[in-house]
């Protein structure tokens, strides 16, 4: 799809929330620290001229000096804003690996599998929606359900209600796409 025709920014507010919030503090905390690196100078700048009794900025500063605070909070801050973003884009690249192997599996042994995500992952809605269409997957073809797992009960219908299982499963695939 074109960029142009992109007009929502915001698709999946579970999904992109975490990182828009996540982004908000980097930022704050970035700034915070440098305003306090950047106040924590004048400060000393100021004791130093006060216990001298010299002007406060006896030169003119140098880019170095002037770019210091930022350089200092630049390089300790950026190692772990990285680690943070990796361990909060791990929340959906992790979902959705998981995703691809279940696919890569089915395509291999034409059995496919429930998703099952761990504590704390994103794509939760896409989880519940992938199973759905597993489910609709086994109540059309039988023989998609894994050896290992049973094949799907049907709690609410009689055993042997083929025809209502069908009309179910052809549901969820028009909802799913």
Known sequence: MPKRLRLKKIVNWKVQGPFIWRLVLHFFAYNAAVLGLLLAA?????????????????HVPTLWERIAPLAI????????????LMRI????????????CLLNEFVESGR?????LREGDLPTDFQKKFNEFV??????????VPEKQPAA?????????????????????ETVA
Not at 74 to 83: E, L, R
Not at 112 to 116: E, L, N, P, V
Not at 153 to 173: F, I, T, Y
């Open 73 to 84: 909070a630049m390089a300790v801050m950026t190692p772990f804003m990285i680690w943070d």
């Open 135 to 144: 489910e609709a997957m086994h109540g059309l073809y039988p023989e998609t």
């Open 153 to 173: 009960k049907s709690e609410s219908r009689p055993a042997g209600d083929a025809a209502g299982d069908v009309q179910a499963a052809e549901q969820v695939l």
């Open 89 to 100: 884009t791990n929340r959906v690249a992790g979902p959705l690996y998981r995703f691809e």
């Open 42 to 58: 004048w400060g000393i700048q100021t004791a130093v001229a006060a216990v001298t009794d010299s002007p406060v900025v006896p």
């Open 112 to 116: 496919i599998s429930h998703a099952r």
